[in-house]
């Protein structure tokens, strides 16, 4: 399976954008790149996910690099709340018969820390 | 505002005994997950089904652990006998697998397991 790599952890101020970027150089042509969150005692929270295209929803935007080797999430204002740990995913196409889609292999991710 | 539902949150349990945690996914929805983590191993995949039958529990082990669907309302995980080692937050993770795209996980809040 591609791996992800992403920083351990990172320091953001209120109200600022927060940028968390994911190294993916392994990545295959039919790999899907999906973000979750994991606020403290909470399960994980689906972020957005996007294959070639930057993508945006009401949470975040994820902006992909040309050649997908890389991806950085963008949280546009960063509140308080979005203090968590956030994961950088892989996750292959669904095949055409409808099965085979496994499940989410969450690495480490990024511990982010929002300082008012 | 539909949402994963688990049961127990908190179970304490001695070593030895019978431990069954209880998932109810999302109405509608067709796949469901069960994750474990540690402050050691992180997120791991368990086991999943997908309209209730099992598609892979290479996660599990299998001595102990068993995982299945009565109906599409719940789904279960059994641990028998319990280990000190399974002390764990074990998430349920529902999705609607649809042919060709890609499916977004909601997990619940969490079964906190201490074996003692």
Redesign the interface.
């Known amino acids: 399976d591609a791996k992800t790599t992403q920083p351990n952890s990172m320091e953001s101020n209120e109200e600022e954008p927060v940028h968390l970027p994911c190294n993916h150089s392994t990545i295959s042509g039919t790999d899907?790149i999906?973000w979750?969150r994991q606020l403290p005692s909470?399960?994980?929270?689906?972020v957005i996910?996007g294959l070639t295209s930057n993508v945006n929803n009401r949470m975040a935007s994820l902006a992909i690099a040309e050649d997908r080797k890389s991806s950085t999430l963008i949280l546009h204002r960063a509140t308080l709340r979005d203090a968590a740990v956030y994961?950088c995913i892989l996750?292959p196409?669904?095949y055409?018969?409808?099965?085979?889609?496994?499940?989410?292999?969450?690495?480490?991710g990024t511990h982010l820390i929002i300082q008012p | 505002d539909a949402r994963?539902t688990q049961t127990p949150r908190h179970k304490v349990t001695e070593m030895g005994q019978e431990v069954t945690m209880r998932c109810q996914p999302i109405l509608g929805h067709n796949?469901v997950?069960w994750?474990r983590q540690t402050m050691m191993q992180?997120?791991?995949?368990l086991a999943?089904f997908?309209n209730r039958a099992p598609?892979?529990d290479s996660?599990m082990p299998k001595d102990r652990f068993s995982a299945e669907m009565p109906d599409a309302t719940l789904a279960t995980l059994k641990i028998q006998p319990s280990e000190p080692r399974d002390s764990a937050v074990y998430?349920c993770?529902s999705g609607s697998?649809?042919?060709?795209?890609?499916?977004?996980?909601?997990?619940?809040?969490?079964t906190r397991l201490l074996v003692l």
């Open positions: 899907y999906h979750y909470q399960g994980p929270e689906y996910h994961y996750k196409q669904e055409p018969s409808g099965g085979g889609a496994d499940g989410l292999t969450f690495g480490k | 994963v796949t997950f994750y992180g997120l791991e995949l999943y997908r598609l892979d996660g998430f993770a697998a649809r042919a060709r795209t890609q499916e977004t996980q909601y997990f619940g809040p969490g």
